[in-house]
């Protein structure tokens, strides 16, 4: 048909969708006008009326199956069969509660845990920032390749001052591009003390973002003009309303970051975090930035990655004219530096964006995403599973249907129609149930979080993106677990099924019997992966609880002081620290005092590349500077060699090495007096030998590691670790008197050092709980659908069941029996799942503290957990299956 | 079947034609004058000399499909005897239709002629 003539049969097409009843009567009164017409022309040729009446009843065939035919011609297709299937689907699921109830809430949890976990990502990843005309809004990335020297303070993707103030000046497709250094940390003092974190911007960010303050304004042009020049700050609005009680009269006053101060001359508009995931609490001009971080002068560094772009583009530019603009601009910065090619990396900006973020996020995000589908493909199997056993209770019916003339095609529709219908139900169920506890579960989980990320900027309501994946997802699952069955179903020997009592010819069927083992081995195997998962995790945090770190943990306080950003210099702040020292030292319950460049498992960690004088290889060491009380104060002991004597500072040519790294470059050779070069080509000798610690990271026994003498440098930004008798709370208190006492205005924060290993345990603790939590999910998932096929193939063979009773068999030989053919799906599907668990445990292996990835205990336990559960799911119906009489079995249809 | 072609030595076995021939024949007939379905299949029978004859049961269904794609309406009058009947009647869709049908009839029913009469060695 041509479409215009398609168009104008839409009319017609509509009137009989909507007037069907009326279209009925019409029909009806039709054909009885035409009986009557040939009645009479029959009866005006001579024939008697009644078999005139007869034989035009004849002619016409039967006037419900001309009625029949009728409203066939007359189908508006596949919308009017739709409904119909619509309608009969809901009275088939209304009259079979109990499998609705199941089917409904199994999917409902598989769709809703995905979608929930959509919601996530979309909030992290997926949305434009919250600004106006964020499609507007692109981030920019760098990729350097070739042989280049480069610094990078926050990210080697992003840009240097100089290369900013480049793309700025020479783009011609942005209306406004901005650069920020994010994660500025800053101590604001006076009266409360408060560490913030903030960021420093170029001067036209509010205006590019179109965040305009709503009290004061941003930046002005002349705020950036001179580094060091003009001391203006912009501050959140909810550290306007929290620290600062919304006073009124806060703009033109000035507080205090770093020891500088800053004149406050704007507040952010409400609900503005910045564009950060980790919200902002201050903006400051670039051209503070020495002033805010004494320790470095950025602003001058030419190939030093700190800065993040972000450029609004002009209204219609495309982004491969945005891309060929900034390539120019790209080639000739490589220019200046010979060697070097720079690829750009253009996107839409979301929280998510940095090249270096992606890559942590990327494997993380597939991981939870694969663990998520399998609990929805377990569901579905689950599903899949009780529609194949209702349908062979229906057998019968579509039999007899087949046989008068429907189409296998029409059937499979109408039985594809019930499976949307569920998943439908159950999907909408599903997403609403993960909207309503997904901000929960996702504020449960930033709160077990580090202190620093209090909240996250992101936003996991759902929007049209997730709406579309939830119902992407939920027509995917009934196809998905509807196919098979219909297929199954439509599929049929008709005279079999017909003269056979259709309850008993269900199970007989060769392929009907291996479907159903096949969706019960995939769902065990599938169970399988995830609880073994969970097993894995669970055993490595065990391990991690129960493993000795090789240092003392208890007993001891930690500190943190960073001197250089408070503005002290070198003198300054080692007589500080040597006075600080020397209080601690004499304060009641403190034993010995010690400091360190890195405390241990702080997170802080230096490295470099070491040689053997004499051998090629170099080797990447970790390494710490510690005071001479470091050994004794976390209880590492000197195995061979000696310490560090006080006064031994980072002049003299000694270094301790642990035990691993002595095994590592002088195997079967004592260590004491061999030389070590560092990459700047200075040499040292080994005085000593250290214990081996965990003192980098938890469940590295046997990494390299090595300890230099302090140095004054570390005297502006290093841990003091204390070792003290008596409780924490006290001690903690006269620490922090003792350091106020020395400099009223510095902030310092005494911590215990067991917390820092809280702090490695935390993450693998909340993903031990979640896979935990979907590993008895899968296991209930699991269960229920061995438990429904078990028992429903015994009730379909009970007639068997009483022939062989009758013929002689015991009770106990049938039982075992059907549990061994219960369980041959099972053992497949445990085989499958235990082969198929060698890629989990890789993926898994750094998070296991050190566990190994093939822990023999947790591949045997989970399997046999996995066996114990089918055991039982499969023996309650099958006890309760064979006790019954067998003259009742045998008359049972 | 659909459409019986009744040969002059009475009952034989019936060739089926196809269901566009059918709908071809119905809008013809149509096309003559309006009527209901009964006179449509009597007149169908009168002119074609008794040889083709539609069966009642595919007569209506045939109808409604044709209305249903547009190619006759239909309107309910007040017969003659006071009672109500349906009569169909031919759109200006259902002409253009009719006109290329009868085309392509006409070129299909001259080639299997010509092939028919070719001379036999």
């Not at chain 1, 839409?10 to 017409?37: K, T, V, Y």
């Not at chain 1, 500025?184 to 009266?191: D, E, F, M, Y």
């Not at chain 1, 930004?717 to 510095?746: C, E, H, M």
């Not at chain 1, 096929?789 to 062989?804: A, K, M, P």
């Amino acid at each position: 048909m041509r479409p215009v003539h398609w168009l104008y049969t839409i009319p017609l097409r509509l009137r009989s969708l909507f007037r069907r009843a009326q279209a009925d009567q019409e029909l009806d009164e039709e054909l009885r006008d035409h009986l009557e017409r040939a009645i009479e022309e029959y009866v005006a040729r001579g024939m008697a009326p009644r078999e005139a009446r007869r034989k035009a009843l004849l002619a016409i065939g039967g006037i419900e199956n001309c009625k029949e035919e009728c409203r066939d011609a007359r189908r508006v297709n596949w919308i009017q069969d739709l409904i119909q299937d619509a309608h009969y689907g809901l009275r088939m699921l209304q009259q079979n509660p109990g499998f609705t109830a199941a089917a409904v809430l199994a999917i409902a949890l598989g769709v809703g845990i995905n979608v929930g976990i959509f919601s996530v990502l979309n909030g992290a990843a997926l949305r434009l920032l919250p600004i106006p005309r964020a499609e507007q809004v692109v981030s920019i990335d760098q990729i350097l390749h070739g042989r280049f020297k480069r610094n990078s303070h926050n990210g080697a993707s992003m840009f240097s001052y100089s290369e900013y103030l480049n793309y700025r000046e020479h783009n011609h497709v942005f209306s406004g591009l901005l650069a920020y250094e994010p994660f500025v940390n800053a101590t604001l003092s006076g009266g409360k003390m408060q560490e913030l974190l903030g960021a420093l911007t170029s001067c036209n960010y509010f205006d590019v973002l179109g965040e305009h303050p709503t009290q004061g304004r941003g930046f002005l042009e002349s705020d950036c003009a001179t580094p060091g020049g003009n001391a203006v700050v912009v501050i959140s609005d909810d550290l306007w309303r929290g620290t600062f009680a919304s006073d009124p009269s806060l703009l033109g006053k000035s507080i205090t970051l770093n020891r500088t101060a800053y004149t406050v001359v704007g507040i952010a508009p409400p609900g503005f975090k910045g564009t950060e995931p980790i919200p902002s609490s201050f903006w400051v001009a670039i051209a503070m930035q020495k002033a805010l971080d004494p320790w470095s002068d950025r602003l001058a560094d030419d190939n030093l990655s700190w800065l993040a772009l972000l450029g609004r583009v002009q209204r219609g530019v495309t982004m491969q004219e945005v891309q060929a603009d900034l390539a120019v601009i790209a080639g000739r910065i490589d220019q200046v530096h010979p060697g070097r090619t720079t690829s750009l990396s253009i996107r839409a900006a979301t929280f998510f964006n940095r090249q270096t973020e992606r890559e942590i996020l990327t494997p993380v995000v597939s991981v939870i995403f694969a663990t998520f589908g399998l609990v929805l493909l377990v569901a579905c199997a689950n599903v899949a599973n009780l529609l194949l056993a209702r349908a062979s209770v229906r057998q019968k019916e579509i039999a007899l249907r087949l046989s008068i003339g429907a189409s296998r095609w029409r059937l499979m529709r109408q039985l594809l129609a019930e499976s949307l219908l569920l998943s439908l139900i159950g999907g909408t169920l599903g997403s609403l149930l993960a909207f309503w506890s997904f901000t929960s579960i996702t504020r449960l989980i930033i709160s077990h979080l580090p202190r620093e990320v209090s909240t996250l900027a992101v936003n996991v309501a759902p929007d049209f993106r997730v709406l579309a994946y939830a119902l992407g997802l939920t027509l995917i699952t009934g196809i998905a677990f509807g196919l098979i069955p219909a297929l199954q179903s439509s599929r049929q020997d008709l005279n079999s099924a017909l003269k056979e009592d259709g309850a008993r010819s269900g199970p007989g069927k060769r392929s009907g019997r291996l479907l159903l083992s096949v969706f019960v081995g995939t769902q065990v195997a599938v169970c399988m992966i995830l609880l073994l998962a969970t097993g894995l995790l669970l055993r490595g945090l065990y391990y991690a609880q129960t493993v000795d770190p090789g240092f003392e943990m208890k007993g001891v306080a930690t500190m943190f002081l960073n001197l250089g950003q408070q503005g002290y210099d070198e003198n300054r702040g080692t007589a500080f620290v040597g006075r600080l020292r020397q209080r601690m030292s004499e304060l009641p319950g403190v034993i010995e005092v010690a400091q360190a460049e890195c405390a241990p498992l702080s997170h802080d960690f230096s490295a470099d590349a070491f040689t053997v004088p004499g051998r090629v290889e170099k080797i990447g060491i970790e390494y710490n500077h510690v005071s001479p009380q470091y050994f004794s104060v976390l209880g590492i002991p000197i195995v061979r060699g000696r310490g560090f004597l006080p006064g031994e500072t980072h002049a003299s040519p000694g270094v301790v090495v642990t035990e691993s790294t002595a095994r590592r470059l002088w195997p079967d050779e004592d260590p004491l007096g061999k030389t070590l070069r560092e990459s700047s080509g200075r040499e040292y000798s080994v005085i000593g030998v250290a214990r081996d610690a965990q003192v980098a990271h938890l469940g590295d026994l046997h990494t390299t590691y090595l300890y230099f003498p302090e140095g004054t440098p570390d005297n502006l930004r290093a841990y003091v670790l204390v070792r003290y008798a008596g409780d924490f709370p006290g001690t903690a208190k006269a620490i922090r008197n003792a350091v106020q006492s020395l400099d009223p205005d510095l902030p310092v924060d005494v911590a215990k050092l067991e917390d820092y290993l809280e702090v490695w345990r935390r993450p693998s603790r909340i993903v031990a709980a979640l896979s935990g939590a979907l590993g008895a999910l899968a296991l209930l998932l699991a269960s229920i659908g061995v438990y429904g096929v078990v028992s429903y193939s015994v009730s379909r063979r009970v007639h068997e069941i009483g022939v062989r009773m009758a013929l002689g068999a015991d009770g106990g030989e049938i039982r075992n029996l059907l549990l061994r053919q219960a369980m041959r799906p099972v053992l497949v599907g445990v085989l499958v799942g235990v082969a198929g668990c060698g890629a989990v445990s890789q993926v898994l292996s750094s998070m296991l503290f050190g566990l190994s990835a093939h822990d023999p205990i947790a591949f045997l336990a989970v399997p046999l957990l996995l066996l114990v559960v089918a055991l039982v799911a499969s023996v309650i119906p099958v006890r309760y299956g064979t006790r019954v009489d067998p003259m009742v079995a045998l008359r049972y249809e | 079947m659909l459409l019986s072609v009744t040969e002059d030595i009475g009952m034989s076995k019936p060739s089926d034609l196809v269901q566009g021939t059918l709908d071809m024949l119905l809008v013809k007939i149509l096309a003559l004058e309006p009527m209901n379905g009964f006179a449509v299949s009597q007149r169908l029978k009168q002119v074609s000399g008794d040889v083709l004859e539609v069966s009642d049961g595919s007569l209506y269904p045939a109808l409604h499909k044709l209305e249903q794609e547009g190619w006759i309406t239909a309107e309910w009058k007040t017969s003659e005897y006071g009672r109500r009947a349906k009569y169909y009647s031919l759109t200006r869709l259902g002409r253009r239709q009719l006109e290329k049908e009868a085309d392509n009839w006409d070129r299909l029913s001259s080639a299997i002629s010509r092939v028919i009469k070719l001379k036999e060695a």
